[in-house]
C-alpha cells in the first residue's frame, strides 16, 4: 500500500515535492529516490520527522516503513531539528593519535553539551565522527556547510566554534 | 629504471586545474575521444585488460577482467562509481575529485563506453560537501560541452552521470552495499553469487569501480598498457595515490610507483616521523589490512608483499604512523571501536564479533583484562570474516586483522599492560568467584540460589598467571 498523507495539513511543501520528483527520472526505480529525498528534506527542516517519511513514501509510491528502514540504518537522518551547522569532529585512528578525542571533549566543554548534542541557542550540533577522509589535516572536523577544519589544537576548536556560530557558508 | 612521472597528480598544482578549460588546455578528453572514436568497446576492454590495472578500492581485483565478466548478450549496463571511500585514513579519492574532477570524468566516460553502460551513478559519502559540489559542477560543465550526454564525438555513445550520496555509513563502500543503498535500501551487503556483473543495481549487470581505479583508465588509453606496465612492481602495476597520516611531520597523498617501501614513503615522502621519534608500527593501508611493526617497514606497498608480514593485504594504500609512544591498546581499543560502530548486524558472527572485541578491549583498558583475553581475543579474529566463511562480507575479516597482528606482533607488550593496570573495580564478584571455584548451587542475596555447571577450564583464571 502506498503511504497516505495522514494529515490534511502537508508537511512537504510542493517546491520540496517538486525537488524530489526531479530525482525520478534518473533511476530505474522510484525507490532509489529514498535517500535524495531524504537528503533534501534534512536540508530543509534539518530532521526527518516521521510526518515527512510518511509524505516521501506516498510520492514514491512505497510504504513509510520502507521510508523508515532506510532511513533509520544511516547515522545522518536526526529526528528533531539539529543546530543550524552540525560539525563533526573525527575520532578514527589518526586523528586520534594526533588528539582528536581531546578536541571533541574540548568541544563539547566549551559549549557545555554532550556529543550529538546542540547548543541552546540552537546555533551548533557537535557529533562524533568515524574517519572523514581529511586526514591530511588530522585531527580534523568537517562541517555540513563543507567548511574544514584541522589540524585542531584546543585553541583552533575555539575559533571554528566562534566562526560556526556565525552563520552557513553554503 | 626512467625517471617516474606522476600523472593522477599532475593538474593537482595547476591554477584551476578543475575547470574543463584548463583540463582540455592540458590534453584532457583526448584519450576519450580516441576511445569513442577510433576503438570499440572490446579492445578497450582488452587494453584495460593487457595493462593489468587491479582495482585501488581495497580488493585489488583486476579491473579488465572484472568487466570481462559482463554477460555478451546484456541489454542494459549501470556503471557505479564507488566514491564511499570511508576506509580509515584514506582520503585520495576525495582529492582526485576535488583537484582534477574532469579526469575522474574521463575515466567513467571511458569506462562506461566499454562496458557500454549509458547511466554511471557516482555514489559520494556525504561528509565530502565540497567534492560534490566540485563534482556537480564539472559534470555539468562536461554535459554542455559534448563529453556526456546523447551521441557524444558522434559515435552514437550516450551517457549520463548522476551523483548519489551517502549518508554516513562506511559499509556502503562494499560494492554490494552500495548497490543496496543506491535501491534506497539499508546498505546490507549481498550474498554473492551472483556477483554485480550478472545481477547488481536494480538486477542489471553492474560494474563497480573505484574512484581512483577510474581515474587510471584516460592515462592507460593515452599511453597503452606496456607504458602502464613498465611502472611498479610485478603483478602490482601503475602509479598510485598513497596518503600517509599520524605521527608523521607532513600528512600527505603522494603519487608513487606502486611497491614503494613503508619506510621510504614515511621518511622520504611524509617527512619523517614527527618530533624526531621512531616509527613503533603503521597501518599499511587502512586499518582493515592489519599492522606492520617497525621491523617489517621496508616491506614494498604493493599488493603482493603485504601478505608476507601477515597483513591481509595492500587495501587502500592509506599509511597511518604511529610512533614509540603508542599504547598498541589505544591502537586496538580504536580499531575494534569502528568495526563495532559499522557492522551492519546482518551477520551474526561480525554483529556479535565485533561487539564483543570492542566491549573486551574497552574493558582491558579500562583496567579489567585477565591475560586470557589475548587468546579469545585472537580465537574470535580467527573465525569471523568471509575467509573462514562465517560472513557475507569482508568487513569482519578487516575488523578481525588489527586483532590478529596486534596481539601477534605486540602481545608482550599487552600482557604487560594487563598485568599493570589491574583495578580493583574489575575484580571478580562473590558470586562470580564461587561459581569459578565450582560451587554448584550457589546463595545469592536471598535469591533462590544460582545453579551454575561445572566451570570451563580457564574460567576467570588466566592460563598464563595460573
Ligand atoms: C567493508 C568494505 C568497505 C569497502 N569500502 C570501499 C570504499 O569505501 N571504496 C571503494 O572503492 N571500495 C570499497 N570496498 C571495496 C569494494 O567492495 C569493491 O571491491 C571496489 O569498490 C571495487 O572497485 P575496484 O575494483 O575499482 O577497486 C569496500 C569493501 C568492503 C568489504
Ligand atoms: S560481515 Fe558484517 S558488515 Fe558484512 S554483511 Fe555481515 S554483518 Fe554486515
Ligand atoms: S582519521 Fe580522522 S579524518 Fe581520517
Known sequence: MAGETTTATPMLTEAIREKIRAYIPRYPSKRAVTLPALHIVHEYFRCVPYQAMAEIAEILEITPAEVHDTMSFYGFFPQAPIGDVRVWVCRSISCMLRGGEDMLNHACHRLGIHPSETTADGKLTVDFAECLGICDFAPAAVADDGRMFGPLTPEKVDAMIDELKQERKD | MAEFEPVLSRNWNVTDGHTLK?????????????????????????????????????????????????????????????????????????????????????????????????????????????????????????????????????????????????????????????????????????????????????????????????????????????????????????????????????????????????????????????????????????????????????????????????????????????????????????????????????????????????????????????????DIMANMANNMGIMPGTTICGLADGAAWPIKNGVAKFRAELEEYIKTHQDPAYGATTLQAAIAKGAYAVPHNGLPPVINSVPTAGALRSPHSA
Open chain 2, 22 to 374: 584548463v583540463y582540455e588546455s592540458r590534453g584532457g578528453y583526448q584519450a576519450a575521444r580516441k576511445a569513442l572514436t577510433t576503438l570499440d568497446p572490446d579492445k578497450v576492454v582488452g587494453i584495460v585488460k593487457d595493462s593489468e590495472l587491479r582495482g585501488r578500492g581495497g580488493a585489488g581485483f583486476p579491473c579488465g577482467l572484472k568487466w570481462s565478466f559482463l554477460p555478451k548478450d546484456r541489454k542494459e549496463t549501470f556503471m557505479c562509481v564507488n566514491g564511499d571511500e570511508s576506509e580509515p585514513a584514506t582520503f585520495n579519492n576525495r582529492i582526485l575529485i576535488e583537484k582534477d574532477p574532469h579526469q575522474f570524468i574521463e575515466g567513467i566516460l571511458i569506462a562506461c563506453f566499454a562496458t557500454k553502460a549509458n547511466t554511471a551513478y557516482v555514489y559520494l559519502r556525504v561528509e565530502y560537501f565540497h567534492a560534490y559540489k566540485v563534482l556537480e559542477a564539472a559534470v555539468a560543465e562536461a554535459r554542455a560541452a559534448g563529453h556526456l550526454g546523447k551521441n557524444i564525438y558522434g559515435s552514437g555513445f550516450d551517457l549520463d552521470i548522476w551523483l548519489h550520496r551517502g549518508a554516513g555509513a562506511y559499509i556502503c563502500g562494499e560494492e554490494t552495499g552500495l548497490i543496496e543503498s543506491l535501491e534506497g535500501k539499508r546498505g546490507w551487503p549481498r550474498i554473492k553469487p551472483p556477483f554485480p556483473a550478472i545481477e547488481g543495481a536494480f538486477r542489471k549487470p553492474t560494474v563497480v569501480n573505484n574512484v581512483e581505479t577510474l581515474c587510471c583508465v584516460p592515462h592507460i588509453i593515452e599511453r597503452g598498457a606496456e607504458w602502464f606496465k613498465s611502472i611498479g612492481t610485478p603483478k602490482s602495476y601503475g602509479p598510485k595515490l598513497y596518503c600517509v597520516s599520524g605521527h608523521v611531520n607532513k600528512q600527505v597523498c603522494v603519487e608513487l610507483p606502486l611497491g614503494i617501501t613503508c619506510r621510504e614513503l614515511i621518511d622520504k615522502h611524509a617527512g619523517g616521523v614527527w618530533k624526531n621519534r621512531k616509527a613503533k608500527a603503521a597501518v599499511p593501508g587502512g586499518i582493515s589490512m592489519g599492522l606492520l611493526s617497525a621491523e617489517e617497514l621496508d616491506t614494498p606497498l604493493d599488493f603482493e608483499s603485504l601478505r608476507k608480514p601477515g597483513c591481509l593485504g595492500l587495501g587502500t594504500a592509506a599509511v597511518t604512523v604511529m610512533d614509540e609512544h603508542t599504547p598498541i591498546i589505544d591502537y586496538l581499543y580504536n580499531c575494534a571501536r569502528f568495526f563495532a560502530h559499522e557492522s551492519c548486524g546482518q551477520c551474526t558472527p561480525c554483529r556479535e564479533g565485533t561487539g564483543w572485541l570492542y566491549k573486551m578491549l574497552k574493558r582491558i583498558k579500562a583496567g579489567g583484562g585477565r591475560l586470557e583475553d589475548l
